[in-house]
Structures are given as structure tokens and as C-alpha cells.
């Protein structure tokens, strides 16, 4: 059980750690905002033959916004919060177990052989009971911080594409998406989008700690 549920508790941690941080080794010094990139246009397939305008396209690090934004760095506390106080349920229910396990060892010359094995077949059984709740509570808590992660990164991308309309950007991709060879770092409009999520964040932060009251009634 020990190897098997600090195989689970490396996995979760390792998922925690690494939420906010996947793209830390393709990590660039950020740049101060430059104009999109406009693609070459393509002539018109009309019979006037009249050349379209130009489209102007960028691209959006929706890594670098959960792991730079003020949402991000909340989420990230609390994050790690939930896996420490994880791992000290681990580190207690192993050390619970391993004194039972010493302490029933002690007995061996005591009880019966009989109730010696009824004794070991308790501890089994307790102990598959323990690692059953360890591993509801891992997958839990690792269901848990992708939903929130999930949750934050619509949040983002709709702040971003207000942020298209706004600019009159066409065309927004994801900067590390993997079917992307290349991209320039002219199309990146991180540094735009990252301010207005931040914005966002904070007006809404500003909202739930300010309810509106009901105006009281005249008599």
C-alpha cells in the first residue's frame, strides 16, 4: 500500500505544482505590445477581382495568462493549500498504520495463533479501507483543480475575445497550440489581453466583496 499511495500522492503533487507552470521551459522574457501582423491578402475569388483587406491575425499564451494573471496566482494558492493538507492526511494515515502494524508485531508471543491472524486480517482490511478513501480524496481533489482551471480559462478567453472586437483583430489562435510550426512574436498580443484579464478579475473580486443591499423601504 505504501509504494501505491506515494505513487498517487506524486501524481496529485506533481499536478498541482505544475498547473500553472506547464509551458515554464519555452517561458520568454515578456515583450511590450506590438501591432499584430497583418497576413498577406489573398486575391478575391469575385469576378471583380478586387485584392480583400488584409487579416489581421494574432495569437494568445492562455498559459501564460493562468500562470501571470492575479486569478492565476489565487488558484495556485490555493492549489497548493489543498495538496498540503492532503499530504498530511497521507503522512498520518501511514504513520497510523505502521504503529498498528508495530504494535500488533509486539504481540505475537501474547495471543493465539488464532487471534493473532484475526488481528492481521483486521489491520488488512482496515488498511484497504484507507487506501480506498486516499484515493477518493486524490482523484477528488485532482477533478476539482482541473474544473477551476477549466472555469478560469473560459473566463480568460472570453475577456480576450471582447478584447478582438474591441482591436478588430480577425483571427486569434492559441500561441502553443500544437499544430502550430511557427509563429512570429509580432503576432503576440499577450501583453495586450493579460491588463484587461486582470481588470476583470479584480472588478469582480470588487463585486462579491461590495453585495448590493436592497434600498430600504419608505414607511
Known sequence: MKNRMAVGLIALTALAVCSASAATARRKSPKSPVAPQA???QRSSVASGTPSRSTRLVSVDTIRLLRESDAGKQLETEIKQEVQEFEGY????KTDLVSEKQSLAKQ????????????????????????REIESKRDSLAMSIQ????????????????????EGWDVMVEKSAPFLLGMSDNVDVTNVVLPEVNKAF??????SSNPITDAPVAA
Do not use: C, G
Request: no cysteine.
Open 90 to 93: 497521507f503522512n498520518r494515515v
Open 147 to 166: 474544473r477551476r482551471q477549466m472555469n478560469l480559462r473560459d473566463e480568460q478567453l472570453k475577456v480576450a475575445n471582447e478584447r478582438l472586437a474591441i
Open 108 to 131: 505475537t508471543d501474547i495471543l493465539s495463533k488464532k487471534a493473532f491472524e484475526e488481528k492481521q486480517q483486521e489491520l488488512a482490511a482496515k488498511e484497504r479501507d484507507m487506501q
Open 202 to 207: 479584480q472588478a469582480k473580486t470588487t463585486e
Open 39 to 41: 497576413v498577406k491578402p
